[in-house]
Antibody, heavy 120, light 107 residues
Framework: EVQLVESGGDLVQPGRSLRLSCVVS????????MHWVRQAPGKGLEWVSG????????GYAESVKGRFTTSRDNARNSLYLQMNSLRVEDTALYYC?????????????WGQGTLVTVSS | DIQMTQSPSSLSASVGDRVTITCRAS??????LHWYQQKPGKAPKLLIY???SLQSGVPSRFSGSGSGTDFTLTISNLQPEDFATYYC?????????FGQGTKLEIK
């Protein structure tokens, strides 16, 4: 059974940093690209970032480019999202998502999300 | 950025109906288009990938079509569990983008 478990969400002040983690099981992690997708309360889905199976390519939404960094540790079956200079508008539920394949494409399996709240 | 526009934004239908949701891209995306279903309080679920391929385990009443800029998701013989919000998403180029969602409600 595929499992993706996010952690690291918290209440933080604007301008601070936070690191999200996602530990996966039930599939060969280093065979698949991975993504972060967020959903603000009561709003739609927003793709945040993606990383290929070998970390060779990473992509970011314009709204987070230069502030957020996605990385992965294939030896630890883990995906990370380093979030710096957080803004109130970054408040959302952040999902860790497994891709269909090695290259960034469709979003096949989703975690349950971790909540990030940015507020003073 | 590629803009994805879904229509309608909301839709009322009855059990047994056939419904169609459309998704239009602001530029050609070939078939790099996927459809998701989300129920309240739950994570989204992949239904259709690459415009028309049915994800494993998804009922065959769901189907997708289209290429270029215009795509459709069709649900035949609506079931009670199909009432949810549906999103399209493009993976043609960064940044990947979603449509605004279509909320399917019971009439």
């Amino acid at each position: 059974e595929v499992q993706l478990v996010e952690s690291g969400g918290d209440l933080v002040q604007p301008g601070r940093s936070l690191r999200l983690s996602c530990v996966v099981s039930g599939f060969t992690f280093d065979d698949f690209a991975m993504h972060w997708v967020r959903q603000a309360p009561g709003k739609g889905l927003e793709w945040v970032s993606g990383i290929t199976y070998n970390s060779g390519t990473r992509g970011y939404a314009e709204s987070v480019k230069g502030r957020f960094t996605t990385s992965r540790d294939n030896a630890r079956n883990s995906l990370y999202l380093q979030m710096n200079s957080l803004r109130v508008e970054d408040t959302a539920l952040y999902y860790c998502v497994k891709d269909i394949g090695q290259w960034l494409d469709g979003l096949q399996e989703w975690g349950q999300g971790t909540l990030v709240t940015v507020s003073s | 950025d590629i803009q994805m526009t879904q229509s309608p934004s909301s839709l009322s239908a009855s059990v047994g109906d056939r419904v169609t949701i459309t998704c239009r891209a602001s530029q050609s995306i070939s078939t790099f288009l996927h459809w998701y279903q989300q129920k309240p309080g739950k994570a989204p679920k992949l239904l259709i990938y690459a415009a028309s391929s049915l994800q494993s385990g998804v009922p065959s009443r769901f189907s997708g079509s289209g290429s270029g800029t215009d795509f459709t998701l069709t649900i035949s013989n609506l079931q009670p569990e199909d009432f949810a919000t549906y999103y399209c998403q493009q993976s043609y180029s960064f940044p990947y983008t979603f449509g605004q969602g279509t909320k399917l409600e019971i009439k």
